[in-house]
């Protein structure tokens, strides 16, 4: 004898496939309002503009408006939270960076959320490299006099400066250190304003700087730039040497990156609408061009975003370790 279900079944399994049905739509009807593209930072810096020209490319492609919301703090971690505990149907994004996808999180015991498990990867987009800068009253010009004067130096005569404790810049002053067998103190300050008046009054020796904050200065000739912090060279700045290119420095190897994410739980149909977005984007030449201008390097679509990501924390984890940056 055929049975049926009991009302209250019956009605669940009615409701779930009705979801189904509905989520494929809703999908497809995506975008169908303002997209927030959330950028963790004030306006004006790195991570704002990729993410304002970003936006003018998807507001395209997508025909839907694309909002930058900044909300900057704490290192950029506020604006990741939010996107992490927003609802996952694509009209919250953040444009991230190394600091609060990957490093927070690893020397930040107020981070609430988790880089790799609460977001949802559509893609990476771009990064910059990072200069390694003298103050003008410091008399080093090449990255070999700084090598020469740091190795004929006692372990923290010199210091060098970036925008905080577990930045990607502070980062990359151990990385140098290591590198180079060499040990310059480590001075961390609020904000690039404050570092870049030290060093070109000579109050700080040496400064890392995203290539976006430093080469004006360094082409007002306020400060000295010693290389880059990639093994190549700029295209924006080709007469400035990749630091690798001097011995000792080999192992030299950080940027600043930036990729695209939603919140964990993304469906997949507005993952790929996305995706397939950006990859558009990231071929587009008037969108090369104007990161190019900002000193940045745009990433071949399809990258693996996940896996770039795994990646970037093993490095980041050896670096705060080495650093000796407890979390906090």
């Known amino acids: 004898m055929k049975t049926s ?9 009615l409701a779930a496939a009705a979801l189904g049905a509905a989520a ?36 395209e492609r997508l025909n839907q408006s694309v909002v930058v919301e900044n909300l900057g703090g704490a290192g950029g971690t506020i604006g990741a939270q939010r996107v992490a505990r927003a609802a996952a149907d694509g009209y919250t994004l953040l444009v991230g960076s190394a600091n609060e996808m990957v490093i927070a999180g690893m020397i930040n015991n107020a981070v609430r959320y988790d880089g790799a498990k609460d977001f949802t990867p559509v ?17 080093v010009k090449t990255a070999q006099e700084y090598l020469d004067k740091l190795k004929a130096a006692a372990p923290g005569q010199y210091n060098y400066g970036s925008s905080g404790i577990g930045t990607s ?29 030290d ?25 000295v730039a010693l290389g880059v912090t990639e093994p190549q060279r700029s295209a924006v700045a080709p007469d400035i040497p990749a630091l690798a290119e001097t011995p000792g420095f080999e192992k030299v190897d950080i940027n600043v990156w930036f990729g695209l994410y ?11 609408r996305l995706r397939t977005a950006l990859d558009e984007t990231l071929q587009s030449e008037s969108f090369r061009k104007k990161m190019a ?24 984890e050896r670096l705060v370790k080495m650093a000796g940056i407890e979390k906090h």
Request: hydrophobic share 40%; aromatic share 6%.
């Open 169 to 197: 810049l502070h980062l990359a002053g151990e990385m140098i250190n290591e590198s180079t067998g060499t040990k310059a103190e480590h001075i961390p300050y609020r904000g690039v304003g404050p570092l870049v008046t």
């Open 5 to 13: 279900l009991p009302f209250h079944r019956l009605a669940l399994a």
């Open 199 to 223: 060093l070109i009054n000579g109050q700080l020796d040496f400064g890392v700087l995203v290539m976006s904050s430093g080469l004006p200065q360094v082409k007002g000739g306020k400060i």
């Open 24 to 59: 494929p739509a809703l999908a497809q009807d995506y975008p169908s309002r303002a997209i927030n593209l959330v950028v963790g930072y004030p306006a004006g810096g790195s991570v704002d503009l990729t993410a304002r020209v970003l936006g003018e490319e998807l507001s």
């Open 262 to 272: 939603g919140p964990a739980g993304l469906p997949e149909p507005v993952v790929q």
């Open 123 to 139: 893609g990476m987009i771009a990064a910059q490299p990072l200069l390694l800068t003298a103050s003008a009253k410091s008399g």
């Open 293 to 316: 201008e900002s000193g940045a390097t745009v990433y071949e679509p399809g990258l693996d975003a996940a896996a770039f990501q795994a990646a970037e924390t093993e490095k980041y």
